[in-house]
């Protein structure tokens, strides 16, 4: 008899080839008080991509979100009976629907589509991890308090901590934790520098119309821009690149636009 995982994935495959319903939600933590700056950043992003890709969903805000993800990160949405989490896998559930962002581009756009995602995934992703785990400024002013706000005592110490050792461990596992604090900045801005020359004076990364590059791109830009730390480095160096933050006022503009139409 085939495992509950195994039953759920056909499921999903199946359900993914449904029409997109009216009561898709995508589940995230409380922006106010609670979510930080990686997880703001990919709920943006994923966002973004459904807006992008005319759908309708509805944001609904969990304590627990995190812990209700079927990947242990958010966000996820819930289409019918399926739960997705993450932009590429959810990505991937909306072009079973015969939705894409990425149909007018060749095979080899696509790979480098993909090439530049990882490029964000895994530098700003992991240098914004990084900072606001790994520095001890960052984690007591910013981290630990809003990670733990939404939690009673002694729950609101024990829980930060308990992340902040997982987050430790993966980073060390990856070859981050060791950085310096300038280096983690060197990788960024080379990753800023890699966006920027693919960018040069288009509107989006590939084409006349957004991808899903462009919506990952957007989710960090802004967030780092508009979240406030202790320093102000991190902003510094990302909006260091004008084209980068062009491009993101650009899509904050075709964003607002889109629900505007939707409401």
């Given at each position: ?21 009216d009561d898709v939600q995508l589940f995230q933590p409380y922006e106010t008080e609670q ?76 790979s480098d589509m993909r090439a530049y995602m990882s490029l964000v995934n895994n530098v700003?992703?992991?240098a914004e991890n990084y900072l606001i785990w790994c520095d001890n400024d960052t984690y ?124």
């Amino acid at each position: 008899m085939p495992s509950g995982l195994v039953v759920d994935s056909w499921n999903c495959e199946v359900g993914g080839q449904e029409p997109w319903p009216d009561d898709v939600q995508l589940f995230q933590p409380y922006e106010t008080e609670q979510i930080l700056l990686p997880d703001m950043a990919n709920c943006l992003a994923v966002q973004a991509f459904l807006k992008m890709c005319h759908l309708k969903f509805s944001v609904a805000y969990r304590v627990n979100a995190e812990d209700m993800s079927p990947s242990g990160r958010v966000p996820f949405i819930k289409c019918g009976a399926c739960l997705v989490s993450d932009l590429e896998p959810i990505a991937s559930f909306v072009a079973n629907k015969g939705i894409s962002l990425t149909s007018h581009l060749d095979p080899t756009q696509k790979s480098d589509m993909r090439a530049y995602m990882s490029l964000v995934n895994n530098v700003l992703g992991n240098a914004e991890n990084y900072l606001i785990w790994c520095d001890n400024d960052t984690y007591t002013n910013i981290t630990k308090p809003r990670y733990g706000s939404v939690h009673p005592f002694p729950l609101n110490h024990i829980l930060p901590y308990s992340r902040r050792q997982t987050v430790i461990k993966r980073l060390r596992a990856l070859g981050w934790y060791e950085k310096s604090l300038d280096k983690v900045y060197d990788e960024i801005d080379r990753a800023c520098n890699a966006l920027s020359e693919r960018l040069e004076k288009a509107d989006y990364f590939f084409g006349d119309t957004p991808t899903e590059l462009d919506a990952l791109v957007y989710g960090h830009i802004f967030t780092i821009i508009t979240t406030p730390l202790p320093t102000n480095r991190l902003a510094s160096v990302v909006t260091s690149y004008q084209n980068l933050r062009d491009h993101c006022i650009r899509i904050e503009k075709m964003l607002f636009n889109e629900e505007k139409k939707q409401n």
